[in-house]
């Protein structure tokens, strides 16, 4: 199971394309064919075709088996950081801007307090922390990039 964002602009339309998808550190990543070749140079990937155009700017994608280490990032405003990444609908957020300022103050708790949070890493090993940190820095430059768009998540 995993968490999955995504944010949407109106009026700004993906061309479709071949996708490749590949698992790293709890998250699901879309890489170029290139980054493909550079890791794998003797295989060829499974390749995906999107047949239609959409208006996603941004997918992101975490194993729930971080949900522990991101409730234990607390906020200055007492909340988890799980409920900013998990459950944006209970703060009423439905634009990306409106995610900056926590996300921004999470990572910042995470990259300042490394080994607080390791201490959080699942002990099956699926997920860990320096994914947890890529996915949150991601994420958060999307919504810097994207601040209008809409925030959809899916667990």
């Not at 890489?31 to 140079?41: A, C, R, T, V, Y």
């Not at 307090?113 to 002990?123: A, D, G, L, R, S």
């Not at 994420?139 to 959809?152: G, N």
Request: with cysteine; net charge negative.
């Amino acid at each position: 199971m995993s968490l999955d964002v995504e944010l949407r602009l109106e009026g700004h339309y993906s061309s479709s394309r071949n996708r490749i998808y590949v698992r790293v550190d709890g998250a699901t990543k879309e890489i170029s064919l290139d980054e493909w070749n550079q890791l794998h140079l003797d295989e060829t990937p499974l390749v995906l075709a999107t047949g239609t155009e959409d208006d996603v700017v941004y997918r992101g994608n975490i194993t729930h088996n971080l949900t522990d280490m991101a409730s234990h990032v607390i906020l200055s405003n007492g909340e988890e950081l799980y409920v900013y990444l998990w459950h944006p609908d209970k703060h009423n957020i439905t634009k990306a801007k409106e995610l900056i300022v926590p996300l921004a103050e999470g990572f910042s708790h995470l990259i300042n307090n490394e080994v607080k949070y390791k201490k959080f890493n699942p002990p099956n090993g699926w997920g860990n922390y320096k994914g947890f940190v890529g996915f949150i820095r991601e994420y958060l430059s999307a919504c810097i990039k994207y601040p209008e768009a809409i925030v959809q998540t899916d667990i």
